[in-house]
Nanobody, 126 residues
Framework: QAQLIESGGGLAQPGGSLTLTCTGSGRIFGTSAMGWFRQPPGKERQFVAAISRFSSNALFSDFVRDRFTISRDNAKNLLYLQMNSLKPEDTAVYYC???????????????????WGRGVQVTVSS
């Protein structure tokens, strides 16, 4: 079972920034499209962003577009989520996920991703 581990969460003020990092096996980073999901308190898990195997394509949900950036470094087995202009509604547990193959899905639902991290808490509050 592939293991993905998120880090970089914590407390940020509204308007501030955080960078989340996800690390995993070389097999995952060499073959998989990857993404980030989040689960706000009391809500279902929702898609945030995804990036294809060689970073040729990226997709974002409407509520983070122009504020968040997704990137990856396959040589270092690292996936990033740069979060800027944070809002209180960005408060959630953020999950790293990987697909079975290198291309993005048109839907990017949870079912499109096979491997998951355990999540990291991000809290945006003054």
């Amino acid at each position: 079972q592939a293991q993905l581990i998120e880090s970089g969460g914590g407390l940020a003020q509204p308007g501030g920034s955080l960078t989340l990092t996800c690390t995993g096996s070389g097999r995952i980073f060499g073959t998989s499209a990857m993404g980030w999901f989040r689960q706000p308190p009391g809500k279902e898990r929702q898609f945030v962003a995804a990036i294809s195997r060689f970073s040729s394509n990226a997709l974002f949900s409407d509520f983070v577009r122009d504020r968040f950036t997704i990137s990856r470094d396959n040589a270092k087995n690292l996936l990033y989520l740069q979060m800027n202009s944070l809002k209180p509604e960005d408060t959630a547990v953020y999950y790293c996920a990987a697909r079975d193959h290198g291309t993005l899905s048109s839907q990017n639902t949870e079912a499109d991703f096979r491997f998951w991290g355990r999540g990291v808490q991000v809290t945006v509050s003054s």
